[in-house]
């Protein structure tokens, strides 16, 4: 069964796999200077130029799956000698233009940037070229290609460039950790850290639950992913590894969709604060909508801080889709809350540095929250829960202009609305990934189906409204 | 007195909530609600004889149908009298 979208994934998930396979039994320091051996044995380059090469790439690789550069805040990094240094030319002419008569390229350029030489081969002015891609568009012969690097193309917040090396560099002041160009770069020469060691370590001292107990708090997004076992094994995967109990973050979710209905209706216009790569990105880009930002701590947050209400001596590890998952947890409003923040990524290598085989255990239930705050984990799940909690709370007369943006650009054009005072939105739900949390780049797979995988197990809670699934935590 | 039901998943879906609010209910009746603390919790460790309930710390089998009884079995004496 396949398990990843790309053998980038797959790359990491064996360094994280054999990584956490020594953590466990305490042999990491002797052995992780061979871990890059193991995992490219043999003479035969499959990779790159040579085996030393792809055994040097590895070694940074086991950095990062114990931690990373510790001098750098970002939970993203760039792994410089994996850097393919792709070119970076932008819009140019191949060699497939064949010099037709019709030149649609030249009439759409507005900055007169392609003349014709002899041959009525079109040729690209870099001087004039604004890089606006509607030659490429046009041209019957998808003659044109954008030579720009896959990092940067996925990198919307622009904090990714060409170092003086040549190698990618992130701009950790424009960076929202969201990880996109951890997915989409196709030589994975850039990864989050991660702190599976900190999660080993925190079970393997709570002594099987005794000297303090473990919660997972899963995300929703859980149901689009583990896609060759039933949901119930996963869980029963988690608590195998030495978890005391898992919990749905859909609860947190539940009751911050109570909250912000009320918030909103109190404010008027407000903003989601359940992404942390989205309100990043307001705290950075747009520091005059600040205030806008709901006051509520994400569903993740939220949850745990109900946990550790009732229990102050609980540990709580976030599962999730997210990279910049692992930036929140660390912010002093969060980490009070939650301990360590950790990809579904990490969780498989965990099962597997273990060797639990989760199809043949016994399905587990998981059942803490209602459809709203399961459908969260979607783009547009957000927007429906706060006009359920609008409901609910008997605020049918206050008119939702809700707008859902699917992925940071199109959280940059509300926003800009919002801060030019233009149209009559007053509730921004904004997701930096495309799709929502099911986009995130910690997922296993990223499949077309995701979504609807999402809104079955929505309709499979048990509660079906946001106060039923709230009562109980009072 | 101390009264803690089991909220997590398993003790969920068989009606933890439902146990929840009967006792509320119970509490406000008998006019309890400053002597009783009502809390919830993620997981007794019990799961196949939920809903797991603790009365001042002893551990009991609880369903929607029999926490009226419970209640006054467990809660009532202890504020008789």
Same mark, same amino acid.
């Not at chain 1, 992780?32 to 043999?42: C, E, L, R, Y």
């Not at chain 1, 940074?60 to 510790?70: P, S």
């Not at chain 1, 969780?347 to 399961?374: C, W």
């Not at chain 1, 359920?388 to 939702?400: A, N, R, S, V």
């Given at each position: 069964?396949?398990?990843?979208d790309?053998?980038?994934?797959?790359?990491k998930?064996?360094?994280?796999?054999?990584?956490?396979?020594?953590?466990?039994?305490?042999t990491?320091?002797?052995?992780? +200077? *061979?871990?890059?051996?193991?995992?490219?044995?043999g003479?035969?380059?499959?990779?790159r130029c040579?085996?030393?090469?792809?055994?040097?790439i590895?070694?940074?690789?086991?950095?990062?799956?114990?931690?990373? *550069? +510790?001098?750098?805040?970002?939970?993203?990094?760039?792994?410089?000698i994996?850097?393919?240094?792709?070119?970076?030319?932008?819009?140019?002419?191949?060699?497939?233009?064949?010099?037709?008569?019709?030149? %649609?390229?030249?009439?759409?350029?507005?900055?007169?940037?392609?003349?014709?030489?002899?041959?009525?081969?079109?040729?690209?002015?870099?001087?004039?070229?604004?890089?606006?891609g509607?030659?490429?568009?046009?041209?019957?012969? +998808?003659?044109?290609?954008?030579?720009?690097?896959?990092?940067?193309?996925?990198?919307?917040?622009?904090?990714?460039?060409m170092?003086? +090396?040549?190698?990618a560099?992130?701009?950790n002041?424009?960076?929202i950790?969201?990880?996109?160009?951890v997915?989409?770069?196709?030589?994975?020469?850039?990864?989050?850290?991660?702190?599976?060691?900190n999660v080993?370590?925190?079970?393997?001292?709570?002594?099987?639950?005794?000297?303090?107990?473990?919660?997972?708090?899963?995300?929703?997004?859980?149901?689009?992913?583990?896609?060759?076992?039933?949901?119930?094994?996963?869980?029963?995967?988690?608590?195998?590894?030495?978890?005391y109990?898992?919990?749905?973050a859909?609860?947190?979710?539940?009751?911050?969709?109570?909250?912000?209905?009320?918030e909103?209706?109190?404010?008027?216009?407000?903003?989601?604060?359940?992404?942390p790569?989205?309100?990043?990105?307001?705290?950075?880009?747009?520091?005059?909508?600040?205030?806008?930002?709901?006051?509520?701590?994400?569903?993740?947050?939220?949850?745990?801080?109900?946990?550790?209400?009732?229990?102050?001596?609980?540990?709580?590890?976030?599962?999730?889709?997210?990279?910049?998952?692992?930036?929140?947890?660390?912010?002093?409003?969060?980490r009070?809350?939650?301990?360590?923040?950790?990809?579904?990524?990490?969780?498989?290598?965990?099962f *597997?540095? %273990?060797?639990?085989?989760?199809?043949?255990?016994?399905?587990?239930?998981?059942?803490?929250a209602?459809?709203?705050?399961?459908?969260?984990?979607?783009?547009?799940?957000?927007?429906?829960?706060?006009?359920?909690?609008?409901?609910?709370?008997?605020?049918?007369?206050?008119?939702?202009?809700?707008?859902?943006?699917?992925?940071i650009?199109?959280?940059?054009?509300?926003?800009?609305?919002?801060s030019?005072?233009?149209?009559?939105?007053?509730?921004?739900?904004?997701?930096?990934?495309?799709?929502?949390?099911?986009?995130?780049?910690?997922?296993?797979?990223?499949?077309?189906?995701?979504?609807?995988?999402?809104?079955?197990?929505?309709?499979?809670?048990?509660?079906?409204?946001?106060?039923?699934?709230?009562?109980?935590?009072? | 007195?101390?009264?803690?039901?089991?909220?997590?998943?398993?003790?969920?879906?068989k009606?933890?909530?439902?146990?929840?609010?009967e006792?509320?209910?119970?509490?406000?009746?008998?006019?309890?609600?400053?002597?009783?603390?009502?809390?919830g919790?993620?997981?007794?460790?019990?799961?196949?004889?939920?809903?797991?309930?603790t009365?001042?710390?002893?551990?009991?089998?609880?369903?929607?149908?029999?926490?009226?009884?419970?209640?006054?079995?467990?809660?009532?004496?202890?504020?008789?009298?």
């Amino acid at each position: 069964m396949r398990k990843f979208d790309t053998k980038v994934q797959h790359l990491k998930y064996k360094v994280l796999r054999e990584v956490a396979r020594h953590a466990w039994k305490g042999t990491l320091f002797e052995n992780m +200077t *061979d871990i890059p051996k193991q995992i490219v044995p043999g003479n035969v380059p499959t990779m790159r130029c040579c085996v030393y090469k792809e055994r040097a790439i590895l070694s940074e690789r086991v950095k990062l799956a114990i931690g990373g *550069d +510790t001098s750098n805040p970002n939970v993203i990094e760039v792994i410089e000698i994996a850097c393919d240094e792709c070119p970076v030319g932008g819009y140019e002419v191949t060699d497939a233009c064949r010099g037709c008569l019709a030149h %649609r390229c030249e009439d759409v350029c507005r900055r007169g940037a392609i003349s014709f030489d002899h041959q009525q081969k079109a040729h690209i002015d870099k001087t004039k070229c604004v890089e606006c891609g509607a030659c490429a568009k046009v041209c019957p012969y +998808t003659a044109i290609m954008n030579y720009k690097r896959p990092c940067e193309n996925a990198c919307k917040v622009k904090a990714i460039s060409m170092s003086e +090396t040549k190698a990618a560099q992130i701009d950790n002041n424009k960076c929202i950790s969201c990880g996109a160009c951890v997915y989409q770069c196709p030589f994975g020469a850039i990864s989050d850290k991660s702190f599976i060691l900190n999660v080993i370590d925190l079970i393997q001292k709570s002594r099987n639950n005794t000297e303090y107990k473990v919660y997972a708090v899963v995300a929703p997004s859980i149901s689009s992913q583990f896609t060759y076992a039933k949901l119930g094994q996963v869980i029963s995967g988690i608590k195998a590894l030495g978890f005391y109990t898992v919990v749905e973050a859909a609860l947190g979710a539940d009751m911050v969709a109570d909250a912000e209905s009320r918030e909103l209706v109190e404010k008027g216009v407000l903003t989601s604060s359940c992404c942390p790569a989205f309100v990043d990105y307001i705290e950075k880009q747009f520091p005059q909508l600040k205030d806008y930002i709901s006051h509520n701590l994400s569903p993740m947050a939220t949850i745990a801080r109900y946990i550790k209400g009732k229990e102050p001596s609980a540990k709580i590890v976030f599962i999730g889709p997210c990279t910049a998952k692992k930036m929140e947890f660390q912010k002093p409003t969060v980490r009070p809350y939650i301990d360590i923040a950790m990809t579904f990524e990490e969780l498989q290598a965990l099962f *597997d540095s %273990r060797d639990l085989d989760i199809t043949s255990m016994e399905e587990d239930v998981l059942d803490n929250a209602s459809y709203f705050g399961r459908i969260f984990a979607r783009c547009g799940g957000l927007a429906d829960a706060v006009q359920e909690g609008l409901k609910e709370h008997g605020h049918e007369d206050f008119e939702l202009h809700a707008v859902s943006c699917d992925g940071i650009e199109e959280c940059r054009a509300a926003l800009l609305k919002l801060s030019k005072k233009v149209g009559n939105t007053n509730f921004i739900e904004g997701m930096a990934c495309i799709g929502g949390c099911i986009g995130g780049a910690g997922c296993l797979t990223h499949g077309e189906k995701n979504k609807a995988e999402v809104d079955k197990y929505g309709k499979e809670a048990y509660e079906k409204t946001i106060a039923d699934a709230i009562s109980v935590l009072k | 007195m101390k009264i803690t039901v089991c909220i997590g998943s398993s003790c969920h879906l068989k009606g933890s909530r439902q146990v929840v609010e009967e006792l509320q209910r119970l509490i406000a009746e008998n006019g309890l609600k400053d002597r009783v603390e009502l809390n919830g919790t993620f997981c007794m460790g019990d799961c196949r004889n939920g809903v797991c309930v603790t009365v001042d710390g002893e551990k009991l089998s609880v369903s929607p149908e029999t926490v009226g009884e419970i209640f006054r079995e467990k809660v009532l004496p202890a504020f008789s009298g």
